[in-house]
């Protein structure tokens, strides 16, 4: 930056304010324009860090050149494109460490919930921020299998009836597109996720009487009997939308009992007869909702409350 070529700059030139600023940006107009760093045809006392100087903005000198800056995205999201400009925006999820299960104590638990253990996700991870919806399944495979696709909204709405196969068909095609390496996320990936840090019942809180719910999810007596657009209700502290309700999601485990001692980034049994589904769904009384909910169907089963969320790593 000091020496080889002066850099312009965006700002007219002006004489610095004397109180504290935030992102100063310079005078709202002027007749120069700054430039910075001083160049081959200079002394070094020009190229000092806090050495200013101006020169008209039509001006064009042989010790004068430029800088680009590319303004960063939100390094905590970003946005896929799927075949035929589908977006998949993805969500950020650190690294860390919770306790996966319920307590005893935790109001309408069941048994496959214990023993409460230590769980290590030991890498950061990009999760979609919505299930996978009707559209994005469609632009992939183009069909379209769900049961509520019809409606002016229904592109929106989350793909369902689609078994575990057919997810690991869904996959090996995003796979070969040669855009990141997609994935289902395992059970502990799951739940992490959805608690967003929290060891309550919901992300947001216990919610005893289920008063919160209806603003964070999609449920029985809520739902209208089916499923809705993705992204309508509030997502969880992550930034992560409908992983309560709506349509429960496939897990990449198969469903077993859990390991008492702590783990680091378990992937479940090696075997199995049924894979984990998560979140509760339209169809469900809230209680199926809770962050620790396990359940499980065959891989070939396929329920009009059951789709799918994405995991992506870069190519
Ligand atoms: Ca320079
Ligand atoms: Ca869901």
């Not at 998949?88 to 214990?114: K, M, Q, T, W, Y």
């Not at 409908?242 to 198969?254: F, I, K, Q, S, T």
Request: net charge neutral; glycine share 10%; with cysteine.
């Amino acid at each position: 930056m000091h020496g080889n070529v002066w850099e312009w700059c965006a700002d007219w030139y002006g004489s610095y304010p004397a109180s504290p600023q935030t992102d100063p940006t310079g005078p709202p107009h002027g007749k120069e324009r700054v430039f910075r760093g001083g160049s081959w045809y200079d002394f070094p006392n020009a190229l000092r860090s806090a050495n200013r100087h101006r020169h008209a903005p039509d001006g064009r000198y042989p010790a004068i050149g430029i800088r680009l800056v590319r303004e960063l995205e939100n390094e905590n999201a970003r946005t896929i494109t799927l075949p035929g400009g589908v977006a998949l925006p993805l969500v950020r999820i650190p690294a860390g460490r919770f306790l996966r299960g319920s307590p005893p104590a935790e109001a309408g638990r069941a048994n496959d919930e214990s023993p409460l253990h230590e769980v290590t996700i030991s890498r950061p991870f990009w999760l979609a921020a919505y299930e996978v919806t009707q559209q994005q399944w469609r632009t992939v495979m183009g069909s379209n299998p769900s049961t509520f696709a019809h409606g002016e909204d229904a592109p929106r709405r989350p793909v369902e009836r689609v078994s575990w196969h057919d997810a690991q068909d869904f996959l090996a095609r995003l796979n070969a597109l040669g855009i990141g390496r997609f994935r289902l996320p395992t059970e502990a990936e799951w739940e992490y996720a959805a608690r967003a840090g929290s060891p309550a019942r919901f992300a947001f809180g216990e919610d005893p009487a289920f008063d919160a719910l209806p603003k964070h999810a999609w449920f029985y007596s809520r739902a209208e009997g089916r499923s809705h657009p993705v992204g309508a209700k509030q997502p969880n502290a992550w930034g992560v939308y409908d992983l309560y309700g709506n349509v429960w999601e496939w897990c990449a485990d198969w469903f077993g009992p859990y390991p008492a001692a702590p783990v680091t980034d378990p992937q479940g049994p090696a075997s199995g007869r049924e894979r984990v589904i998560r979140g509760g769904s339209w169809f469900n009384e809230p209680e199926a909702l809770r962050s620790a909910n396990r359940h499980r169907h065959p891989p070939d089963s396929r329920q009009t409350n059951l789709g799918l969320r994405l995991i992506w790593s870069e190519p």
